[in-house]
């Protein structure tokens, strides 16, 4: 039976990992879900993002998906550990392979990491971080209007390198050499970022780091399907076309609305 590789998000932000996991996996079916009726997850408290995070992982198990990635990094942050312990199939979150992408970057010690409130909230990146290496000094940062900018198309805007700058200052001074841009929205932000921040720093895109991940988790021989991709978003389709076409650099065929309720619910 083909199974596709199931991907979750709060939005349109997890094409960034969509892409990545495209682009490594050109044969496997993707099958995506983009809570838009619901973001942001960012702000939202972990009783919240975690019941969210249970409707989106069992709607992508009714669909088939042999694996459930789990694209945000707030919900991975927030919700991974309570949805590897109530789903079958694996389940795998942005922040582990990020960390570990981090650690290996790092050559001072040092690492800054940037993501939404729930995810700097949760220390999830500071906790797998230190869980690799305890003597790692680790600045962190909610950068919680990011995400406006990217959803608005503002990446190159002059308010865009102002505000990057006010939010990044102070990780700079206390001179870190690896960021970890611990949000979907973010690597869109990578450009503008490295202008501000220059290129003696590395930069962290968590989503690439899963990729990768994913190559063992996933067989070689498996890898015998259509590449086709399905998306299903829960409000605003028109935007989030318009909003995938940029992130992706293509147009997206097929694309539904789904609302998801009690039905998709499990209890705590
Ligand atoms: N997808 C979220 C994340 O990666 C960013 C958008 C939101 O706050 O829902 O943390």
């Known amino acids: 039976m083909k199974q596709p ?4 998000d709060s939005g349109v932000g997890g094409l960034t990992v969509f892409r990545e996991i495209r682009k490594n996996f050109p044969y496997e079916d993707i099958i995506y879900f983009g809570d838009t009726a619901r973001v942001p997850y960012g702000p939202k408290s972990r009783n919240t993002i975690v019941e969210y995070s249970v409707q989106n992982a069992r709607f992508l198990t009714q669909y088939g998906a042999k694996i459930i990635v789990v694209a945000c990094n707030t919900s991975s942050a927030v919700a991974l550990e309570h949805l590897q312990k109530n789903f079958s199939i694996p389940v795998i979150g942005v922040i582990e392979s990020g960390a570990e992408a981090a650690v290996k970057a790092t050559c001072n010690n040092k690492i800054g990491v940037i993501g939404t409130d729930g995810t700097i909230r949760s220390n999830a990146y500071f906790n797998a971080i230190s869980a690799l290496f305890s003597k790692m000094e680790i600045h962190s940062r909610a950068c919680p209007l990011f995400v406006s900018l990217v959803e608005e198309g503002w990446e190159n805007h002059e308010v865009t390198e102002i505000i990057i700058k006010e939010y990044l200052t102070p990780l700079l001074a206390k001179k870190i050499d690896t960021l970890v841009l611990g949000c979907t929205h ?3 932000l990578k450009p503008a970022i490295r202008k501000i921040v220059g290129n003696e720093i590395a930069l962290i895109d968590s989503a690439e780091a899963l990729a990768l991940q994913l ?3 996933i067989p070689k021989q498996e890898i015998e399907q259509d590449g086709k991709d399905t998306f299903f978003v829960s409000d605003n389709e028109e935007k989030f ?3 995938a076409s940029h992130i992706l650099g293509r147009n997206i065929q ?6 998801l309720g009690e ?3 499990i209890p705590l």
């Open 263 to 265: 039905s998709w619910y």
């Open 5 to 8: 590789i199931g991907i979750f």
């Open 215 to 217: 190559q063992k988790l």
């Open 241 to 243: 076309r318009k909003i």
């Open 254 to 259: 097929t694309l539904m609305n789904v609302k």
């Open 186 to 188: 973010y690597p869109i």
